[in-house]
């Protein structure tokens, strides 16, 4: 029997408390010996994150107050790596708060790099961090990626860290190894341990822009010599390279237009090979450093991501190009590492993927080659809510307004046995990603359950820019942000509107980050929405510029234009200096802590939005970055969001109303 009830207030057996109760963020995981271990965060502890070993019970190998976090580029990555074959629990991790390099063992941990917090009686940015740590460089040493604030202009570079903690007062004890460039990545040292490969760029590319890949000649003793450059350029993204053997690389380039895998022998004069030409993507934008999408198997073979909407785990032939994917019940799978299983000759392979499943979620997973077979290390969700309540998402294609296909995912409303009031249709809320390179993908997400499992549906969207439909697709993005983006976003609306999906009246469009600047330029540019919540969204380009951090100082020369030749673009493109279009309710969601998108760009909007009188509220939240972290937090910012739709769409929510201004108060 079907129960029909205004949409948004079903009965949803998902709250807001159950999207941190139930779920830990998990990653990077690698195999240790004959154990796995992985990242795992502490959403009630502050969003600490630690490493956790694989077991009856799972172990937690670094101990509170460490923080296993790197701020290298500010979104980090890679913050820890192995030590020998992992006995005595051996690791060396980036410490959150210090950005120091520890080594921790069962004995204790113990710091392998200086402090460099210029003033701990009135702690300031750290001027050393470290991340993408390969431990199996030389005896006695850690390679890793430096990011140095010491002198005049930052600098990264690739060090050598000595692990007997000779380094921890003495500076000059880092052993650089690769020369300096603005930004660097992907320290990888040959089998034979004479060369290294490694990626850099320079302002302004950002790496999907334009990077370039080196090898220099290494010993143990000085720095890298007779370097040179094998691939890339300011118009060619190279990321990921990886030694086949002694004499040879593998990397991923998008010369071709699409990310696709190329094999060369790094020497003057070479060509590069590519080993499978197809129009998918087989890497995604470094936002994090040490992100990786294949492996080299001891055989010669590649086992490769690969796809568009979202990534399959495949194995490449590299000398017939044959690409055999793996038949696995999965919507996206990147892989982490390979291991070899039984005696020669009889021997399997195994494969640590982190991947999305549209059932499970987001997880770590062990994926049996020969036999195909999936095996879950840990999932995200500690609970998989009842399956009643899960939407099933759809990729769909709408018509762009400049004749291009806008590519989303569409989760209608979805909670067994309900259904809404006769002859109605369902309020809409459109998710902007961030980036605003990043990717919507199909699959298991509380956030997007928690509206549609009371009746709300939601459009994920994949607006010009984003990543995983080639490199046009995202360039349709340069010098087009806040046209472009906002198009998109409009044309996908009206698709649904047009197909009877949603209600014309009751759209909304919420986002963070990059896509907090489209809710908001949505919002001053456009009627479509009734409704609009901007997390840690850009507000003023201006002050963005001017308030930054390195790894985005010159994003927005390729987003908007040159600056400050462009200034008067700037300003007409910014929300804040269009308030008076707007005219619909805005939630604007902040962490005070966030040093890429600072807290004035909420507040300055706040204001904007007081001194028109448009209904709002300005919610900071203590102690938090860019995303959010603290349980409590995720919870508050949730069920705010909810409580900010049914008061502007006018249905019963069950949570506690909100407190919306036309002031200058800011009321939650």
Request: with cysteine; proline share 7%.
């Amino acid at each position: 029997m079907t129960t029909r009830a205004p949409f948004g207030s079903w009965p949803s057996p998902i709250s807001a408390a159950s999207l941190v109760a139930t779920s830990t963020p998990v990653g990077s995981p690698r195999f240790v010996g004959d154990s796995i271990w992985w990242l795992e965060g502490r959403p009630a502890e502050g969003g600490r994150f630690t490493v956790v070993a694989d077991g009856e019970p799972h172990r937690e190998l670094v101990p509170a107050p460490y923080n296993v976090r790197s701020r290298v580029h500010e979104y980090g990555g890679s913050a820890w790596a192995p030590v020998g074959d992992g006995s005595g629990d051996a690791l060396v991790f980036a410490n959150f708060a210090d950005q120091r390099v520890y080594l921790h063992t069962g004995d204790g941990t113990t710091a392998l790099t200086p402090a460099s917090v210029p003033d701990q009686d009135a702690p300031a940015d750290p001027r050393l961090r470290f991340a993408e740590f390969t431990a199996s460089w030389r005896d006695g040493e850690v390679l890793a990626v430096c990011e140095d604030h010491t002198g005049e202009e930052i600098e990264r570079y690739i060090v050598a860290i000595p692990l007997d903690g000779s380094a921890a007062d003495d500076v000059a004890a880092l052993r650089r190894v690769t020369p300096s460039s603005r930004f660097a990545a992907y320290p990888r040292v040959s089998p034979d341990g004479t060369r290294i490969a490694w990626i850099s760029w320079e302002h302004p590319q950002m790496p999907w822009d334009g990077t370039v890949l080196h090898v220099g000649d290494v010993d143990d003793a000085g720095p890298a010599t007779g370097v040179r450059d094998i691939a890339g350029s300011t118009t060619e993204s190279v990321l990921q390279p990886e030694w086949l053997d002694a004499g040879s690389l593998a990397f991923i380039s998008d010369r071709s237009g699409w990310w696709n895998l190329y094999g060369q022998v790094p020497e003057p004069g070479s060509e590069a090979r590519p080993l499978c030409p197809r129009a998918e993507e087989f890497a995604e934008p470094l936002w994090q450093i040490g992100s990786t999408w294949y492996q080299v198997l001891d055989d010669g073979r590649i086992l490769a991501a690969h796809g568009t909407h979202g990534m399959r785990l495949a194995v490449l032939d590299p000398a017939t190009g044959v690409l055999e994917d793996l038949d696995l019940q999965l919507t996206h799978a990147v892989p982490s590492g390979v291991r070899r299983t039984g005696d020669a000759p009889r021997t399997g392979l195994e494969v640590l993927t982190v991947s999305q499943s549209a059932t499970e979620g987001a997880g770590i997973r062990l994926v049996d080659v020969d036999a195909g077979s999936l095996q879950t290390v840990r999932r995200a969700l500690d609970e998989l809510p009842a399956a009643g309540a899960l939407p099933t998402g759809e990729a769909m294609d709408f018509p762009g307004s400049d004749g291009a296909v806008v590519h989303a995912n569409v989760y209608a409303p979805a909670l067994a046995g309900h259904a809404g009031p006769e002859g109605e249709l369902p309020p809409f809320v459109a998710f902007v990603h961030g980036g605003p390179t990043g990717q919507a993908r199909i699959g298991l997400s509380l956030p997007i359950a928690y509206y549609t499992s009371r009746g709300i549906g939601v459009v994920d969207v994949n607006y010009a820019g984003s990543s995983g439909f080639g490199r046009a697709y995202r360039d349709r993005l340069k010098g087009q942000w806040g046209v472009a983006d906002v198009a998109d976003t409009v044309a996908v609306m009206r698709g649904l509107v047009d197909a009877g999906i949603a209600d014309p009246k009751h759209l909304a469009i919420e986002g963070g980050s990059a896509g907090g600047w489209t809710t908001l330029a949505c919002l001053v540019n456009t009627d479509a929405f009734a409704a609009g919540i901007s997390r840690y969204g850009v507000a003023d380009l201006e002050a963005l510029v001017a308030d930054t951090h390195d790894f985005e100082a010159h994003y927005m020369e390729s987003l908007v234009g040159p600056w400050p030749e462009a200034r008067e673009l700037y300003a007409e493109r910014a929300p804040i200096n269009h308030v008076d279009q707007l005219d619909c309710p805005v939630l604007l969601l902040q962490g005070d802590e966030d040093r890429v998108v600072p807290p004035n760009q909420s507040r300055l909007f706040a204001d904007a939005l007081a001194a028109k009188g448009i209904e709002h509220a300005y919610v900071l939240f203590a102690g938090e970055q860019h995303g959010f972290r603290k349980a409590a937090n995720i919870v508050r910012a949730q069920e705010l969001s909810l409580a900010f739709y049914a008061h502007v769409f006018g249905f019963t929510a069950d949570v506690e109303p909100i407190e919306l201004t036309r002031g200058t108060g800011a009321g939650a």
